[in-house]
């Protein structure tokens, strides 16, 4: 059954918990449940465990309603109804729920590609009306600046009307590059070459002065199905906010390993399959942090708190894991940043058995849009 069932009687026992809602409260099936107070089952979930204790109370319960729940992050939706006995007297309640991270989820990216399509046609329309006249001004410039021989004030504002203008051209193509759709070149990747390439692409764009960069790259590390140039697009932005971040001094440190991603161990018709192989990235810098009311903010395109920021970078950094069907989650305890990416191995083993062909992706843009 693909919904969890808990049911409770009305001095507090649990009576009924299946075993989906042992996975969705994460919660370890060592001993049965039945008979044990729900306060101290569901113990590590004060949100449900207040629902449940208010079920008796209320004249209306809840039907199709949605809870976060605060220690996992996981979204559920959820139905109460209130038990009988033979004597219509209310002997207990039951919960039926289900997962809806996924849903969410899926939401929130239909949501974020609704705002590409729009920003899409905003910034095209923008770069073709914008790109020409910019073109102008720099060789413009740069011919008044033949011409007006050595006086240094003059040269100096010419130079600042040139480099203005290189600025907004940069901003003009990174907000084109942003919005165009990915394609994916899907080759066999290894995340180590990645992570190389990146730091030095990194390096030559900002410099990386006092910094201690670290790398931990587990040993062994399976190649992924991805795209070997977008990737470090992805690697490459990270590191060059934290660089910025850092401002030419502390530490940058990179690590990576396998990991499983177990989150949904049954397929759509209740089916078990094999979780799913990861490679996990971690980017973790200890300068000041994301302060916690910006970090749903950071991911949106032309947010940026630096005065000569785009604000695209991690909008593509997003955008690249999205086309991966990777996760990014940042971690951020006021003391420095930590993104993590989980990346998909996703059948690098059939890749290397198989050899058919070149990889497509399933999961590309395209087929989402
Ligand atoms: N490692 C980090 N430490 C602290 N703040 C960060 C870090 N990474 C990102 N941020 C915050 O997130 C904002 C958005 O980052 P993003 O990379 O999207 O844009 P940007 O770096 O400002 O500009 P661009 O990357 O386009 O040059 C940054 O302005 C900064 O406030
Ligand atoms: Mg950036």
């Known amino acids: 059954m693909r919904n969890g069932v808990l049911a409770i009687t009305r001095d ?12 969705i409260f994460q919660l370890k099936r060592t001993s049965n449940a039945v008979g044990r107070p729900f306060i101290e089952v569901l113990g590590k979930h004060p949100d449900m465990v207040r629902v449940l204790k208010n079920a008796f109370e209320l004249s209306h319960l809840p039907n199709r309603a949605e809870l976060r729940l605060k220690s996992s992050g996981k979204v559920i939706g959820y139905t109460l109804s209130r038990v009988y006995d033979e004597r219509g007297r209310a002997a207990g309640v039951a919960v039926f729920f289900k997962d809806l991270t996924k849903v969410e989820q899926m939401e929130e990216r239909e949501r974020l590609r609704d705002r ?20 102008g001004i720099e060789v413009m ?6 011409q007006v021989g050595q006086s240094p004030d003059a040269q100096s504002i010419l130079n600042d009307i040139i480099n203005e203008a290189k600025m907004a051209n940069r901003i003009v193509h990174e907000a084109l590059e942003f919005v165009r759709p990915i394609r994916l070149q899907v080759e066999h990747t290894s995340i180590a070459d990645v992570i190389n390439d ?6 030559s764009k900002v410099p990386r002065r006092n910094i201690h960069l ?24 990270l590191l060059i906010n934290a660089f910025e971040a850092l401002e030419g001094t502390g530490t940058v440190t990179l690590s990576a390993r396998e990991g499983v991603l177990d989150e949904e161990p049954h397929g759509p018709a209740g089916e078990p399959h094999a979780p799913t192989r990861t490679v996990v990235v971690d980017v973790a810098d200890d300068g000041p942090g994301v302060p916690r009311e910006l970090t749903d903010r950071i991911f949106n395109a032309f947010f940026t708190t630096k005065p000569q920021g785009s604000g695209l970078g991690l909008a593509i950094v997003r955008k690249v894991v999205d ?16 993104f993590r990416i989980t990346l998909p191995v996703s059948g690098a083993d059939d890749w290397f058995t198989a050899k058919t062909g070149p990889a497509t992706m399933s999961g590309s843009p395209e087929d989402e849009l």
């Open 323 to 338: 086309a991966h069907d990777g996760k990014i989650d940042i971690l951020s305890s006021g003391k420095g940043t930590r």
């Open 12 to 23: 507090g026992a649990i009576a009924e918990m299946n075993d989906e809602a042992f996975r």
């Open 214 to 237: 670290r790398l931990d790259l587990e040993d062994g590390l399976p190649p992924i199905q991805g795209d070997h140039h977008q990737l470090c697009q992805l690697f490459t932005n």
């Open 116 to 135: 590409l399509v729009a920003l899409g046609e905003m910034a095209a329309a923008i770069a073709h009306e914008v790109k020409n006249p910019l073109a």
């Open 141 to 146: 410039a740069g011919v008044l600046k033949r």
């Open 198 to 203: 990146s730091v030095s692409l990194a390096e």
